[in-house]
């Protein structure tokens, strides 16, 4: 038997024997309560990868931070057990983590139904243990091996400066040099090389000519042949936008009165080198347009990938009959959930530029002769646009106002505004004063009365309390968000609980497939909420409350077509922001 034992099969032997002592049974206690606390649902339905790659990041952290208390307790000299109750010990622990484990993965598909019957969705009839077991160990394992790498490089330079700098300062250093090694290749190797080449994927995706995107024959689109700007130009997103949206025979069709075709401009990334060259150019196709001629002038400042979302200004269109001009510029490549973590500043300098230029010339009209000037954008577009007006500029020749949706959990007048909402109104859906400057909505409108009297700014917010993008937090990784609270949305699931960092860490992976949702919940907002917010924020006449309804079908049928007849990567991209 011993000598069966002296080989490979031998070291093997050993290796399962002691495998239990050498487990830190803190970290894996946590590890697990980490892993089981990451199967419980929270803003938007995970496949199976998804939640294995969560998985294995939870238990990632909860090891670590057990790890670290068991380091702690070891540096402190505390009493220890010895290996045989150890091992007892963690065997024990093993044995419950496992129970507690299976029981949380039994419940696993449950809890993902709890949020997708909230959207309306089929239920799952598994949420395949197994298959996220494994992705997770995957997960964990690779996580386990960089943080054992760097726990050798930072021993070995402890190790090399002992001789000359007390223990403990050694180790300090030690920990400091790996620390700032491993952060530089990070940041400055792979994630910046991650995102030179997402950015040159998204910019080669960004050149490509659709075929359903043919060049506009309209003078009232830019890339057309009276425009000033070259079609191929343009971007992808911004073809799109000018192909799209509907015509002036379109609108009169739908409402049954007579019509204006729509001005759409657009100037895409190499339309022009500089924020500032690229806004002269949009000013020069607004003026040849005749845009500061219509009744309306929206200043747009798209997503991340430069896209404009269909919905917001098809639904403004239609309502004023298509006298309506819209501009918007390009400011990016990548998607708005990336931009929004490595660069949210990104963008500011483009938008604020579009709307000096434009602003500047709007108030050398006369005031009964131009349009009636608005700012809109989703996601990153509505972060970016908050920063482009400043209100003390404005006092004397203010804006008609604004409508933003799905704002970032980044916005400046957001987050000022939530925090210092009226006592009793829910955080996911804020009161602000009288409601005469600035209003929230949702699925169900504002609760705000429609008719209550507005000041001379009208700026409203349309978030669903089940969009990530704007209520990931943070500070939830020690403590809950207050959109948690009681009474919570709708379309939020009521199983969600917030667990200390966890809860942190699913909202991020949430953020990322925000896109994903069906119409009207996560991070695609619905055209029939669009109508509602512009009809606030402008206040067509003539719409009656069975036209609206009928406007809000047609344009709910023809969002869900256009999305049919996407591809994935289309759509997620979009939708994505």
């Known amino acids: 038997m011993i000598q069966a034992r002296t080989g490979i099969d031998g070291r093997i032997y050993l290796g399962l024997r002691r495998f239990p002592g050498q487990l830190s049974g803190v970290g894996l206690l946590l590890g697990t309560l980490f892993f089981a606390a990451s199967l419980t649902p929270t803003l938007v339905p995970r496949t199976y990868v998804m939640q294995g790659l969560l998985a294995g990041i939870s238990f990632a952290a909860g090891y670590g931070l057990g790890v670290l208390w068991r380091w702690l307790w070891a540096y402190m000299e505390l009493p220890e057990p010895g290996d045989r109750m150890l091992r007892a010990v963690n065997m024990a622990l093993l044995s419950a983590c496992l129970v507690v484990a299976a029981l949380f993965l039994w419940r696993a598909a449950e809890w993902q139904n709890s949020i997708r019957s909230v959207m309306n969705l089929e ?23 960089l943080a054992r790498l760097f726990g050798h490089v930072s021993a070995r330079v402890s190790s090399s400066t002992r001789r000359y700098l007390p223990r403990r ?95 759409r401009v657009y100037v895409g990334m190499r339309s ?3 924020p500032e060259e690229r806004a002269r150019l949009a000013l020069r196709e607004l003026v040849r347009t005749g845009a500061f001629d219509r009744s309306i002038l929206v200043v747009i400042t798209p997503t991340g990938t430069g896209w404009v979302d269909p919905a917001a200004m098809d639904a403004l269109e239609y309502l004023h ?21 490595v660069q949210p500043e990104y963008g500011g300098d483009v938008a604020r530029a579009l709307f000096t230029e434009v602003y500047e010339y709007w108030t050398q009209l006369p005031k009964d002769e131009r349009p009636r ?13 908050e920063r482009s007006a400043q209100l003390f500029e404005m006092i004397a020749d203010p804006i008609q106002g604004a409508l933003w949706s799905g704002p970032t959990f980044r916005n400046g007048l957001w987050n000022a505004i939530t925090m210092n909402r009226n006592e009793g109104s829910p955080a996911w859906l804020p009161e602000f004063h009288d409601g005469s400057l600035i209003r929230y909505m949702n699925q169900h409108g504002s609760p705000v009365p429609d008719d209550a009297p507005w000041g001379p700014i009208r700026v409203v917010y349309l978030q669903y309390a089940s969009d990530p993008v704007t209520f990931f937090d943070p500070m939830g990784f020690y403590r809950p968000p207050a959109w948690m609270a009681a009474p919570r ?5 009521p ?12 909202l991020a992976l949430d953020m990322l497939l925000a896109g994903t949702t069906p119409i009207g919940y996560g991070h695609v907002y619905a055209p029939e909420h669009y109508v509602r917010g512009w009809m606030l924020v402008t206040q067509p006449e003539g719409w009656t409350e069975e036209a609206v309804d009928g406007l809000s079908r047609h344009l709910s049928e023809a969002m869900t077509e256009a999305i049919s007849h996407e591809d994935e990567e289309t759509a997620y991209a979009n939708r994505g922001g």
């Not at 239920?123 to 386990?144: G, M, Q, R």
């Not at 000037?373 to 970016?384: D, M, P, Q, T």
């Open 272 to 274: 022009a080198e500089t």
């Open 489 to 493: 949305g709708h379309d939020v699931s």
């Open 373 to 385: 000037l608005y700012l809109h954008g989703l996601s990153l577009g509505s972060y970016n646009s």
């Open 123 to 145: 239920p799952v009839d598994s949420a395949h243990p197994f298959k996220v077991c494994l992705i997770a160990i995957l997960a964990f394992a690779l996580l386990l091996a």
């Open 321 to 341: 009959h298509g006298d309506v001009a819209s501009v918007a510029v390009q400011y990016s490549y990548l998607s708005s959930p990336l931009s929004l973590i």
């Open 169 to 263: 300062v050694a180790n300090v250093l030690g920990i400091a040099v790996a620390a700032t090694l491993f952060w530089s290749l990070a940041s400055g190797v792979f994630f910046r090389g991650a995102l030179y080449l997402l950015d040159s994927s998204y910019r080669q995706r960004d050149a490509l000519i659709e075929p359903t995107s043919p060049r506009p024959h309209s003078p009232l689109r830019s890339g057309a042949e009276a425009s000033f700007l070259d079609w191929k130009e343009l971007g992808r997103a911004g073809r799109e936008f000018l192909a799209s949206g509907p015509t002036a025979a379109d609108i009169a069709a739908m409402t049954g009165r007579d019509a204006m075709e729509p001005i």
């Open 495 to 506: 199983e969600l609980r917030w667990y200390p960092v966890v809860t942190m860490l699913q």
